[in-house]
C-alpha cells in the first residue's frame, strides 16, 4: 500500500513526533521523543519520494529542487499544525525532512526560560544572540521571547526569518513578518529595508553570513534591539565565530562594535527525559557586563567562561551548569548530561567529586 502524507502527518502529531524522516530505500520515520520510529514496514521507493514530496511543495520549491539540489519551505497541515520543510536530492533521489512547529507559542515558564531573561530582552537597543545546534530548539526560544514583547509593549517588530515558522499576531505591538525568498531575497536586504521602516525589535533568523552579521552589528548600533541565532555552542565560541567572520583587518573595530552592542549570548541544547517522554533544554546565559566588554575588546574571549561561572548575581550561568543540574534532578541519564557538555572531563570529575555515580538514578534523585 502506498504512503500518503496526510497519514503520515497525522501519525507524527498523534505520536507527539518532532520530525518526520523519507527517504529511499526505508520506510517513512519519525523522530517521537529523541528517537527515531519507523512509521511503516515498506520501504519507499523513488517513485514513493517523488509523489510525496510533489503533494507538498510548490512548483517553484520543485523547480529549485532540480536546480540546486533543494529547498526550504513553510507548509500548513490543515488546521493541525505547521511544518518547516526541507526536500533535497541525495543519491539522485528526493528526500524530504519535515519539522513540527508548534502551532502554541510556549512561555518562559514552558521552556524553562529563567525568567531574568525578561529584564535582558527589555533593552531598547543592542544585540542578543540564541545559539545552538540545528534542532535544539533556537526557534521556539525565540518565539517565546518575542511573544513576551508583543504581549507587553508596544513595539513594531520586525522578523526575517526562512522560512518563517511561528506566526505571530499583533498584540500591544505591530509585527511583521517577512520570508527570505518569499518576501525579500535576503537576510542581508531585508535587513537593510528594516532599518527604514521605523522598527523597534529586529529579529534576524539566521546570521549566515559577513553581510548579514555586519548588518545585524549595524542594526544594534543606530539603536534597535536585533536578535540573532548563529548554529554555535557557547558564549566564546559564539564571539569567536562573529569576529573570525571578518577580515583580520577589521576584526579589532569589531571586537569593538561587539564589546559595546552585544548584551547576550544565550546558548541551548535539547535533550530527551530520562522518563522517555518528551525533551527538556539546558541553558547557558551570558550577559554582558562591564568586565565582559573588556574581555572583548581586548580579544580574551578565552577568558569570558571563568566570568559567566562567577556572575551568578547577574543571571549567568555555564551550560555544563545546567545540565549538571538536571541530571542530579533525575531529568536525564548521565550518558545524555556528558553527551551534550561542554567540558566534558570536568563534568566527569565533578560527578566523580559530588560521589554521584554515573547512571545511578535512586543517586540523582537523593542529590536532587
Known amino acids: 500500500m502506498a504512503y500518503d502524507m496526510v497519514s503520515l502527518l497525522r501519525m507524527l502529531v498523534d505520536r507527539d513526533g518532532s520530525d518526520l524522516h523519507i527517504t529511499v530505500d526505508a520506510p517513512p520515520i519519525g523522530r517521537v521523543h529523541g528517537h527515531l520510529q519507523f512509521f511503516g514496514e515498506n520501504p519507499c521507493t523513488s517513485e514513493d519520494t517523488e509523489r510525496l514530496m510533489k503533494s507538498i511543495a510548490s512548483v517553484d520549491n520543485q523547480q529549485e529542487l532540480q536546480e540546486v539540489g533543494g529547498a526550504d519551505f513553510g507548509f500548513a497541515f490543515e488546521d493541525i499544525a505547521r511544518f518547516r520543510v526541507s526536500i533535497f536530492k ?3 533521489n528526493v528526500g524530504l525532512v519535515l519539522r513540527l ?10 521552556i524553562g526560560l529563567p525568567n531574568s531573561l525578561k529584564d535582558i530582552i527589555n533593552q531598547p537597543r543592542g544585540l542578543i544572540l540564541v545559539t545552538g545546534p540545528t534542532g535544539s530548539g533556537k526557534s521556539t526560544s525565540l518565539a517565546t521571547m ?20 511561528y506566526y505571530h499576531n499583533h498584540k500591544k505591538s505591530l509585527i511583521m513578518q ?5 518576501d525579500v531575497p535576503t537576510f542581508a536586504e531585508a535587513l537593510r529595508r528594516a532599518l527604514r521602516q521605523d522598527p523597534d525589535v529586529i529579529l534576524v533568523g539566521e546570521m549566515r553570513d559577513l553581510e548579514t552579521i555586519e548588518a545585524a552589528i549595524t542594526a544594534a548600533e543606530t539603536g534597535h534591539l536585533v536578535f540573532g541565532t548563529l548554529h554555535t555552542t557557547g558564549a566564546v565560541r559564539t564571539i569567536d565565530r562573529i569576529v573570525d567572520a571578518f577580515p583580520s583587518n577589521q576584526q579589532e573595530q569589531i571586537r569593538t562594535q561587539l564589546s559595546g552592542n552585544l548584551k547576550s549570548v544565550i546558548s541551548q541544547a535539547l535533550l530527551p527525559r530520562k522518563s522517555g517522554f518528551g525533551r527538556v533544554a539546558a541553558f547557558e546565559i551570558m550577559v554582558t557586563t562591564s568586565a565582559i566588554q573588556n ?10 567562561t571563568s566570568a559567566i561561572q562567577t556572575g551568578h548575581k547577574y543571571g549567568m550561568h555555564l551550560l555544563d551548569e545546567h545540565l549538571m543540574a538536571l541530571y542530579r534532578k533525575g531529568v536525564v541519564t548521565y550518558e545524555t548530561a556528558l553527551a551534550k ?15 554521584l555515580e554515573a547512571g545511578d538514578s535512586q543517586q540523582s534523585k537523593r542529590a536532587g
Open 101 to 110: 512547529i508548534p502551532r502554541k507559542i510556549m512561555t518562559f515558564e514552558e
Open 295 to 304: 574581555l572583548i575588546r581586548e580579544n580574551k574571549s578565552y577568558r569570558i
Open 90 to 92: 541525495q543519491r539522485g
Open 178 to 182: 517577512r520570508e527570505v525568498g518569499v
Open 341 to 355: 557538555a561542554q567540558m566534558q572531563d570536568e563534568f566527569e570529575n565533578q560527578v566523580k567529586a559530588l560521589g
Open 146 to 165: 518575542i511573544d513576551w514583547l508583543n504581549t507587553n509593549f508596544d513595539h513594531h517588530i520586525i522578523t526575517i526569518e526562512d522560512p518563517i515558522e
